[in-house]
């Protein structure tokens, strides 16, 4: 094969730093400038010695106990020291780290502001001979906890299956001075790795979709999850005794054909009534629940056309989401009442995106707002005309709610595993969010389908950002790649550099990549593109052949290249194949076809697109391929 003349990448030296959150912190005593001789250190372990003890209090949470538990366990590995977990009932001791509020803490005469912290913030502070992480007793200990394993110690959780855990005989610590509160107060990572409890609770996501339990601190809790309008009001049960409920469409309130998905009719008083009792009874059955979901079907359209909804919507500047927020807010101000803790979430999705002109939500009212435009700029990008809209939907909420979530796409839903370079948009799009004043994140990705376009680097890149979006994106993005690949990492990151500069070419200006693309050639994927991708993911291959685990990771990313390859070259009737090698177009084809398909099965792919939920996609997929296959053998192998 003729080699390609790749440009090297200065990719730089990877180094353990202090992430500094992009929010208000007490300072942290630069440790290069702090003097040996006057600044106190702690020593927490030395060659299997400790003096430490890890102190909770007797009332502890079940995650400040799983706090204390963590801590040991991971102390131990990085040491070889398992320090004791007492309860503060046993007298003060001379060398303690003091976890979350305790009698211990308070005999020190340490001032810890808990109310500032709220559910998860916390600090973490030395009071030689002491150490002290505390924070809110539901999630905020744990965290600081995991925060100063990984910004202190140096671990990483990288996926829900590596980690990095380093091995020393001396643990000392300089002065720490270092108070976390998160930016946003749900963080949301809808990926495989990020359904596990313990990756999902070590890299600091409260999702509610993980698995998540008492001892994680539980987890932000919806009933229903979204799309719930026929889940409030079933149509089985009330249509055909009261139609008046749902949606005036071209004069007919119907459930068959084009009107199946049709929707509520929000200003039918007696509709109101009944759906504050049903969510009354939801709350009852649901004590969990955090947040309960009124909002809008799945689908483009089926909105009220009634006289009143269509009168709201013309004093509201035409926005069909107005209905939506007055009844919103008619079963927010009835459970405000009774249970003012929850919160009632709804959608500004689809025709329901655009924001009244005055109509504001309650303040128990979430404003759950889907992106969905381009993925190739980020949002705040102003000469991306196609986030246009998605800017001024997002500013125009600001000024009317005081908590907006929003439920952002970083995939192709139609191709899963086709290369889809976004990783440069995911830093500035939750920066500009939060900026917004976004209070919450839905990131979807690929969901339960264990593999879409280099999914276990997507999901760790947004854990990490979305705790705190200025993190440097290079630096973990490497950090990820030399854990999680090994050697191999070097030239998956040239191949993801190589993509990213494509989209960033000239073409970036007018070139915008969908997730809901239906395209299996986009222009990004040139043949020169797919050429190099193929030679650096050799070159992987090659780096890692002896090692079995870092093996098939490196081959489960190249599906994305050969997902690719294949397409093209069904659509081109030829094949890229090494030039040295006088393989006919048809024969090469078919042993890429089914090494793909072998591999693929191997590592349990299963799914292309999101509406797939059997492996009907990929048989189909494969039964296109063999078409084209038999098309290259008919031409005698020539191609095109």
Request: overall charge negative; charged content about 25%; aromatic content about 10%.
């Amino acid at each position: 094969m003729n080699r390609i003349k790749i440009i090297t990448l200065a990719l730089g030296t990877i180094m353990l730093v202090r992430v500094h959150p992009a929010f208000p912190m007490d300072p942290v005593p630069n440790e290069k400038n702090a003097s040996r001789t006057t600044v106190p250190t702690l020593l927490l372990a030395e060659n299997g010695q400790s003096e430490f003890r890890i102190v909770v209090s007797q009332s502890a949470s079940p995650s400040e106990r799983h706090a204390a538990e963590e801590l040991q366990m991971f102390l131990e590995q990085i040491s070889g020291v398992r320090l004791p977990v007492i309860t503060d009932e046993q007298p003060v001791g001379s060398h303690e780290i003091l976890l979350g509020d305790n009698a211990h803490l308070r005999a020190l005469d340490i001032d810890v502001n808990f109310a500032g912290l709220g559910n998860e913030g916390f600090v973490i502070r030395t009071a030689p001979p002491h150490l002290i992480i505390a924070g809110g007793q539901k999630r905020g200990t744990l965290y600081g906890v995991y925060a100063f394993l990984e910004e202190y110690l140096g671990c990483r959780w990288f996926t829900s299956t590596v980690s990095r855990i380093p091995h020393t005989p001396r643990i000392e610590m300089n002065a720490i001075n270092d108070r976390q509160v998160p930016a946003l107060e749900y963080r949301e990572v809808f990926f495989f790795d990020a359904l596990d409890g313990d990756w999902t609770a070590r890299n600091r996501l409260n999702s509610s979709m993980a698995h998540l339990t008492e001892k994680h601190g539980g987890k932000i809790t919806y009933y229903p999850f979204v799309h719930s309008f026929f889940t409030l009001i079933p149509p089985d049960k009330y249509f055909e005794l009261h139609p008046e409920w749902f949606s005036l469409v071209d004069g007919k309130r119907t459930l068959v054909g084009r009107y199946k998905r049709t929707q509520l009719c929000l200003t039918n008083e007696e509709m109101i009534q009944q759906a504050i009792k049903t969510v009354k009874e939801w709350i009852a059955e649901h004590p969990e629940a955090d947040i309960i979901s009124i909002s809008q079907n799945d689908g483009p359209g089926g909105w009220c056309e009634c006289e009143n909804c269509v009168a709201l919507e013309a004093q509201e500047g035409g926005a069909h989401s107005a209905p939506i927020i007055y009844f919103v807010n008619r079963i927010a101000e009835a459970v405000a009442k009774e249970h003012p803790e929850i919160a009632i979430d709804t959608l500004a999705y689809s025709y329901s995106r655009q924001a009244p002109k005055t109509l504001k939500p309650l303040p128990n009212v979430i404003i759950r707002l889907t992106s969905g435009s381009c993925c190739s700029h980020p949002i705040g990008d102003e000469g991306c005309d196609q986030n246009a809209s998605l800017r001024n939907d997002i500013r125009d909420w600001f000024r009317l709610t005081q908590r907006m979530y929003v439920w952002d796409y970083t995939v192709n839903f139609h191709q899963y595993l086709l290369p889809f370079p976004n990783l440069h948009t995911l830093g500035p799009n939750i920066r500009f969010l939060v900026d917004h004043g976004v209070r919450g994140i839905f990131e979807q990705g690929s969901g339960d389908v264990p593999h879409s376009d280099m999914a276990p680097l997507k999901a760790y890149l947004l854990a990490k950002l979305l705790w705190n979006p200025d993190i440097d994106r290079a630096l973990v993005t490497q950090e990820f790649l030399e854990a999680y690949y090994g050697p191999a990492g070097e030239p998956i990151g040239k191949y993801l550099e190589i993509l990213e500069q494509e989209v960033k070419a000239g073409s970036y200006r007018w070139f915008h990549m969908s997730p809901f693309e239906r395209s299996t050639t986009p222009i990004y994927l040139t043949p020169e593109v797919i050429s190099k991708a193929t030679y650096l993911f050799g070159e992987a291959e090659r780096l890692v052949a002896d090692d079995p685990d870092r093996l098939t990771r490196v081959q489960t990313a190249r599906l994305s290249l050969d997902y690719a390859k294949l397409h093209v070259a069904s659509r081109l009737n030829a094949f890229l194949r090494p030039d040295e090698k006088e393989i006919p177009a048809g024969e090469y084809f078919r042993y890429a076809m089914d090494k793909f398909f072998t591999t693929a099965e191997r590592t349990g792919v299963g799914y292309v697109r999101e509406a797939s939920r059997s492996h009907s996609a990929m048989k189909e997929f494969r039964e296109d391929l063999e078409q084209s296959v038999n098309i290259m053998e008919g031409l005698g192998g020539q191609g095109e």
